[in-house]
Every structure is written in C-alpha cells, then in structure tokens.
C-alpha cells in the first residue's frame, strides 16, 4: 500500500515528493521510501507494532541522510607519512 506523497514532518529538498510502500513481512513491517526527483530508495524495516507516522519518519530520515551524503563530494585524501 503506497502512503501519501507529503512528508510526515520536516521539509524535503524543493521540488523532491517522496513515496512510502509498505509490506508487511511476518512480525515486520518493512517501508520503501522513494525520491520522485532522483528515484533513490531506501528501506527501513520495523516491528509491525510500530505506527505507520513512526515507520514514515524512520524511512524519511534515512532517504535525508543517503540524498545529504550524495550531494557532499567526498574529501580529498591527505598526506601523510608511511612508516
């Protein structure tokens, strides 16, 4: 079952719409969230005792964290000394 497009709190990126899948697997709940602009996707897995707004914000804050990391270009390497 697909959730609505709007996050559950906190702001996106402009123009980024996410969309939330859910399945339930056993005693799990597993959560697919998807950035309508670049098509990533990240998947949280929770107890299905935990709510739909609970497992949202959980999938939300992770698809932030992998958008936030591709977007910083990695250091380069300092030098240093080999023994």
Not at 38 to 59: K, N
């Amino acid at each position: 079952m697909a959730g609505r497009d709007d996050p559950p709190s906190g702001p996106t990126p402009p123009g980024h719409r996410v969309f939330f899948e859910f399945t339930q697997v056993g005693q799990q709940m597993r959560v697919v969230a998807i950035d309508e602009a670049t098509g990533t996707e990240v998947v949280a897995i929770a107890p299905v005792t935990a709510t739909s707004i609970q497992l949202q914000q959980l999938a939300l804050a992770k698809l932030r964290r992998k958008l936030g990391a591709a977007e910083e270009p990695p250091k380069p390497p300092t030098a240093g000394k080999w023994a």
